[in-house]
Every structure is written in C-alpha cells, then in structure tokens.
C-alpha cells in the first residue's frame, strides 16, 4: 500500500484505515503471532515520531477521532511492551512544558499511564516524583503541587506528587531545617505562614518526628532554631487574628508553650526570651498575651501558686500601667482569674489613699485601651466605684467621670454602642446626661452638637432620632443657662438644611409626636 512513505499524513490516506483494519482481523485470527499495528508502526517511525504524528492529527477535524483513538492504543502498547514511565515522559515532551505542566492535559494522559503501568507490574512499580525532579527543583514542584490542588490543575494526581517527594524526602533523612530551606521558608519570618508551602513543611516536619522520634525535629523547634523564640511567638500572635491560619498557629502556639515547659523554663526565663523585661506599657503587644499564656501553663504544673506569681510580679518588676495590663490578662485565665481580681482591688484601694486623680487610674487599668465596648468592661465598674469613693472622700477636690472617657474616646461611638448591650443601657443613659453637662460648662453652641450628634447624617429621619431629643433638651438648657447667646431651633435645623429637605422632613412626620413637640418648641421661640 506504500503506507511506509506516507510519514507526517499518513491518517488522511484511506488505504491507512484499511490496513489498520487487516491488521486486527489478522491479530484476532492468529492472537499467538502477536501481530500488532503499533509494532510494524513503531518499528518504522519510532514512538516519539508516531506519537507526535497523532499529536498533530488530533488537531484537523477530518482526522482527530481516529488520532485520539490510536493515542490511547499506543498507551496501551506501551503498557504491554513495559516502556517506562520516564521514557514515556521524554517521548510525549513533556519535559519542555515549564511550570503549567500539571494543569497540562497530556501530563494528565501521563500520569494515568504511570497507574496503568503499576497496575500491569506491581513489582516494576514506578513514582511520578523521580521523573519531575529531573526537570524541576523540589521547591519548585512543591509550591507547583500547592497551586494545582487549590484549583489549577488536577487536585488528586498533584496530592499524590506531593505524597510521593515527601516520602522521598524522609527516606533520604532530609531534616526540617533543610526542607525549610528547599521550600524558601527560611527568609523572613513575617510572612511565613501566609505561603501555601507552610502547611506542606509542617506536615512534612509532623512525619518527620514520627519516622525519627529520637531527634528534635518538631515543627515549633524548627522554626525556634531559625527565627529565635520572640519572633516565632510574634508570627503565631499575628496569624491568629487571620482565619486561614488560625487553626494551625493556635497549634504551634501550645507547642511553643509546650517546649518551653518541657525545657523547665521559668516564667522568667519566658519573659528574657519574649524580650519584655524592660516594657513599662504593653499596650498593643500581643506578645504580653503569649507571656501570660505561659504563666497559666507553668500553673498545671505548679498549682496553688497564682497569688505568689502575680504578687511578686507586683512588688519587684513593672509600674502600675504594665502590672494592671498583665492582671487583666491574667484574669482571662481561670487558674489566676480570682487571684488577679484580689490584688487589682488592692491595688484600687491603694490608688484612692495615695489621693490618685481619676484619669491616672484609668490609664493604670489600661481602659484607655479598650475600644467602644468601655462601659460593658468590668474594670470600668471597677474604675467608676473608684471615681464615687474618691469624690466622697475629697469633697473638695471633685473629679469627673466623664473627663477621661471624653479624652481618649469618642463619647458619641461609646455611648451607641452600649445602648445596643441591655446590660449597659443605664450607664448609657447615665453618660449622655454627663456629656450634656460638659458641653454647658464648656458653653458648646447647639449648633456645634448638632453635628457632634451627626444629625446633619439623618435626613428625613431627624426628628424621630432619639438624638434629636437630647440635641433639643440641650438647645432649652443652654438657652435657659445662656439667655444673651440664646438660639432657635429652626433658626438651627434652617442652619443645617435646605429648605425644601426640611419642609420634606417636616410633610414626613407631621403625624409623629415628635412633629407636635417640634411645632409647640418653634412657637417658643
């Protein structure tokens, strides 16, 4: 049929077809013989030629059945001749592809090839891992496994890839600290737990220890030997506030404490390592936190021994504003949690016989620190029965509660937020008399707190505002206290708005009580 000088366009002659049909009607007839296509085949172009020539024939329309068709034949062939899997790899290319290779369809055509062949000889049983390495560094066709199993290629055959250079790795003894390094984890400590890789080296160092149990290899020593404990400790507090590494660091974190235990460290010798001996303010160090973390752990092993831990930090180490910190941190933790409370209610007493001014005491508990939550804070009721006991005992010398707050907070946040908790409705309510003193003191225009009470922001919604009606209680007890800077309250609402958004304010709610109150007040004045 002169079929052997057809080469590149041998599938678009007819006489192929035929051929390949004679070819297995003579192999059903005589299966003894042997007779294959693909060995004459072979035999003539040679199995990187032939499987090229399907390659490009699967890409025409009048030839890409029949060329996929025989693709999976010569797979087969290659099966039953036992070619390996690393020549295969060479024969279909592969080793050109670049770094997509395992998003790559032909790869995939690949890798079923090497499980058919593992089925076929068990005992031949071949990896993919040894054949990629030829082309690609471990590093390299990890973090290129990590990217495939998060969604760029196919999930289970780069699991079984990374399964495969792992097991490589431990059978080869390669230590944590040096798959740290293969894995280019070993630069900067600040972003470590965000790379894909992380996990794969901690469950790596996980199999590690268990392989090798009599050699530190664990995960926290690890990185303890690479990057020292304080900025180990300081990675885990910042991958905590993240939840795709809570998990993990919350993990490392007991480890971490953990160690040092197993090591007999004390709680001193934490606090040298956390470099934290010298800190007089822990106010925005999590470190603090990892510190008395350990203080409860030491604890299990050393019960009964909370007041003696937290008294002698007390008396020998840090000033009022640090040691009030480390006992509200402490308080969190059952196992110093009544021990903490005694000594801060010591130290409230003391504050009140030294005469202490109120605001001092309340950077001392470190409420200048709390957030919009203050009046739900413990401490605060703590700090406000200080501030009544204070005025009590110096009637002379009153102090305002308020003061503080207004200083280091925006009274306006706070007190929104604990009308929404019932349980500090009260002392809400209680703070927005407080505040209206200080603006009359301060002789505040109404007009001015009427853009404190962002009621420029509420639109046609203003007069139903529970803070209209405190803005509007203001305007009388400043007009009443101020007669010669008396203002209106139209003259401030025209201030504030246009006129045909305030006719559209006042048409909305002339129905509301609010409107009738509004009305009868404008008549006043």
Known sequence: MRLDKAEDWLLDLPQFTVWLKYVDDLSAKNPAKGTSAFSTLTARYGDAALYKMFEESAKFAGTKDLATKLQKDQMQYWVTTAKAPDDVFHVMDLDKVGRSILSNPEFIAWAKYVDDF??????????????????????????????????????SVATKIQDELLRLWLSSRKTPDDALVELGLDRTVETLMESPLFSTWVKYTNAYSTK??????????????????????????????????????????????????????????????????MRSDFTGDPLLNTWVSYMDRFLKENPGQATALLTKLEGTRFPGRALNQILLAAMKFPSMEKAAI?????????????????????????????????????????????????????????????????????????????????????????????????????????????????????????????????????????NQRYPNEKTTMIGELMANYVERVLLRISMRRRKNPAWRNWQRTCKMH
Request: net charge positive; with cysteine; proline share 4%.
């Open 118 to 155: 593992n089925t076929t000889y068990p005992e031949k049983s071949a990896l993919m891992a040894p054949v990629l390495r030829k082309s690609y560094r471990d590093g390299a066709l990890l973090k290129m496994t990590e990217v495939a199993i998060s969604g760029g290629g196919s999930k």
């Open 212 to 277: 090798y149990p009599r050699e530190t290899s664990t995960a926290i020593e690890a990185l303890t030997r690479k990057f020292r404990d304080v900025n180990v400790a300081r990675m885990l507090q910042k991958a905590k506030t993240t939840d795709a590494t809570r998990s993990i660091a919350k993990q490392l974190e007991s480890a971490q404490l953990e160690m040092w235990c197993s090591s007999g460290k004390s709680v001193d010798d934490v606090l040298e390592l956390l470099d934290l001996r």
């Open 342 to 478: 005694t000594i801060q209610t010591e130290r409230i007493q003391g504050y009140l016989a030294k005469i202490r001014s109120q605001e001092k005491v309340f950077k001392w508990l470190d409420l200048d620190n709390v957030g919009g939550n203050l009046l739900h804070d413990p401490l605060f009721t703590k700090w406000m029965e200080y501030v009544t006991m204070f005025n009590q005992k110096n009637p002379k010398h009153q102090e305002s509660w308020f003061e503080p707050i207004r200083m280091y907070y925006d009274p306006q946040r706070v007190i929104k937020t604990a009308m929404n908790d019932p349980s500090t409705v009260k002392i809400a309510k209680l703070m927005e008399m407080e505040r209206s003193k200080y603006w009359l003191d301060e002789k505040i225009p109404p007009g001015r707190v009427f853009r404190f009470l962002d009621l420029e922001m509420s639109g046609e919604k203003t007069l139903v505002s529970s803070d209209f009606k405190i803005w509007a209680n203001y305007l009388d007890d400043f």
